[in-house]
């Protein structure tokens, strides 16, 4: 028997109207067996409205004039973003080791250079990123940019003041975060001035392919973590968007629990010594999905 929590259950008609609410949104797919968690995610954003029940919350979602910023706050209730510097060891040297050298010698002549990390919650793969194109020693005098989108506002914010505690450096060395962290206050520190220089940040919604914050095609992506919460579909769709991003030949890093799979035949998989990452195939390659 539940314990008495002093609030009302959501129903199975709230969960469904909320459920499909939010995937219409961003894409996300609260699974069937998730009840319980939304609704112990969301109810504290009812009590901050002071609204009584998940089917007034659903109508405040679809019609009050700050409906955009609550759904967003919805999401972001939803969501995990439990992230930190230097996460996924394997692929990191990989990328350092094989990738970079080949994007060196692509874009010896432009010196230029491009890496987005979409989905980048508080902003340590970004930041991560930044700092391995510093240690790799092969792009001094280029221009270089590592841009960061997430669909959480709150996040973002916390990712451009780069300010982090102990969770966040759990993997990070002491020379490293000697070399690329300021101390601030007691166990906190700050990404360095110059790393910071290096990455912007933008809100985006990975469902909007219309309004992705980029101005050009970049060299690499970065997408760990970030499908898991899609169904096939929306995965499909998030693909499509990151194929149309990245130039020809450009890679695709995911987490090492994802795989494209019956999902997409655009990319082709790479074989690289220290792990398996994908590629936009040159020019003439690639097929639908």
Same mark, same amino acid.
């Given at each position: 028997m539940?314990?008495?929590?002093g609030?009302p +259950? ?5 969960? $469904? ?5 939010? #995937?219409?949104?961003c ?10 968690? *939304?609704?112990?995610r969301?109810?504290?954003r ?5 609204l009584t029940?998940f089917?007034?919350y #659903?109508?405040y979602l ?6 955009r910023s =609550?759904?967003e706050?919805?999401?972001? &209730? ?5 992230? #930190?510097?230097f ?19 692509r874009?010896a002549?432009?010196?230029?250079? $491009?890496?987005?990390?979409a ?5 340590? =793969? &970004?930041?991560?990123?930044a ?6 020693? $092969?792009f ?7 841009h960061?989108?997430d669909? %959480? ?6 990712a ?12 990070t060395?002491?020379?490293?975060l000697a ?10 520190v700050?990404?360095r ?8 940040f ?12 980029? %101005?050009?095609?970049? !060299? &690499?992506?970065?997408?760990r ?6 169904? &096939?579909p929306?995965r499909?769709?998030?693909l499509?968007?990151? #194929? ?6 450009g890679?695709l *890093?995911l ?8 999902? %997409?035949a !655009?990319? +082709?998989?790479?074989h690289? $010594?220290?792990d398996?990452?994908y ?11």
């Amino acid at each position: 028997m539940p314990f008495d929590t002093g609030r009302p +259950e959501m129903t199975a008609e709230e969960f $469904r109207l909320l459920r499909d609410f939010v #995937y219409a949104y961003c894409g996300i797919l609260v699974r069937d067996d998730m009840k319980y968690v *939304m609704e112990r995610r969301l109810w504290p954003r009812l009590e901050a409205l002071g609204l009584t029940d998940f089917s007034t919350y #659903y109508r405040y979602l679809r019609f009050d004039a700050q409906r955009r910023s =609550e759904l967003e706050t919805a999401v972001e &209730a939803l969501t995990t973003h439990e992230t #930190y510097f230097f996460r996924e060891p394997r692929q990191l040297k990989a990328f350092s080791e094989e990738v970079l050298p080949v994007l060196e010698r692509r874009n010896a002549r432009s010196r230029r250079l $491009r890496i987005w990390s979409a989905g980048c919650s508080s902003g340590e =793969e &970004a930041y991560t990123v930044a700092m391995l194109l510093l240690e790799s020693g $092969r792009f001094e005098g280029w221009d270089l940019e590592v841009h960061g989108t997430d669909i %959480s506002r709150r996040v973002l914010n916390v990712a451009r003041q780069g300010e982090y505690g102990p969770s966040a450096l759990r993997s990070t060395s002491p020379d490293k975060l000697a070399r690329y962290f300021v101390h601030v206050g007691p166990n906190r520190v700050r990404v360095r001035d110059d790393i910071r220089a290096m990455v912007s940040f933008g809100h985006h919604n990975l469902r909007d392919v219309d309004a992705v914050p980029l %101005s050009a095609r970049v !060299d &690499a992506v970065f997408c760990r973590n970030v499908l898991i919460y899609f169904d &096939a579909p929306a995965r499909q769709r998030v693909l499509r968007l990151l #194929y149309d991003k990245l130039v020809p030949g450009g890679y695709l *890093m995911l987490g090492h629990s994802e795989n494209l799979i019956n999902l %997409s035949a !655009d990319f +082709e998989l790479v074989h690289l $010594r220290g792990d398996l990452v994908y590629r936009r195939p040159e020019l003439g390659g690639g097929g639908g999905t």
